[in-house]
């Protein structure tokens, strides 16, 4: 991998972990930051977006529906089909439906509060 850009969004979400054997099985709500990694070996040689690996804008037309539709001002539980969407679960969530769409992802981050993240990337 030779270049990375990585685009940030942010959502407001509510969810509940079932199964944990602390507070976080009770329904409570984040401000979520997510980061989305695309990566390649080389850059655009012509065109209008000559010297990118990608374009920001077209990370976010592919990332932005799924955040608004799935993941802002909705319950994880029901709208991921995740039972317990932990954030590890949820990073592994988002960066199939990202890689669905064809973007070259390479890994998405998933940032649960201001302390505490975590990194989703296939192996």
């Given at each position: 991998?030779?270049?990375?850009?990585?685009?940030?969004?942010?959502?407001?979400?509510?969810?509940?972990?079932?199964?944990?054997?602390?507070?976080?099985?009770?329904?409570?709500?984040?401000?979520?930051?997510?980061?989305?990694?695309v990566a390649g070996m080389s850059v655009e040689a012509s065109g209008p977006k000559v010297g990118m690996l990608i374009d920001f804008g077209d990370i976010a037309?592919?990332?932005?529906?799924?955040?608004?539709?799935?993941?802002?001002?909705?319950?994880?539980?029901?709208?991921?089909?995740?039972?317990?969407?932990?954030?590890?679960?949820?990073?592994?969530?988002?960066?199939?439906?990202?890689?669905?769409?064809?973007?070259?992802?390479?890994?998405?981050?998933?940032?649960?509060?201001?302390?505490?993240?975590?990194?989703?990337?296939?192996?």
């Amino acid at each position: 991998m030779a270049y990375a850009v990585r685009k940030r969004f942010t959502f407001e979400a509510a969810h509940r972990l079932p199964h944990h054997d602390g507070k976080c099985a009770r329904l409570h709500g984040h401000s979520w930051v997510v980061w989305v990694e695309v990566a390649g070996m080389s850059v655009e040689a012509s065109g209008p977006k000559v010297g990118m690996l990608i374009d920001f804008g077209d990370i976010a037309q592919i990332v932005r529906p799924i955040v608004d539709d799935y993941l802002d001002h909705h319950y994880l539980n029901e709208t991921t089909g995740l039972e317990s969407p932990t954030s590890e679960l949820l990073a592994e969530w988002l960066f199939e439906k990202v890689a669905a769409s064809g973007l070259p992802i390479a890994a998405v981050t998933i940032q649960e509060t201001c302390t505490s993240e975590c990194i989703y990337r296939r192996s």
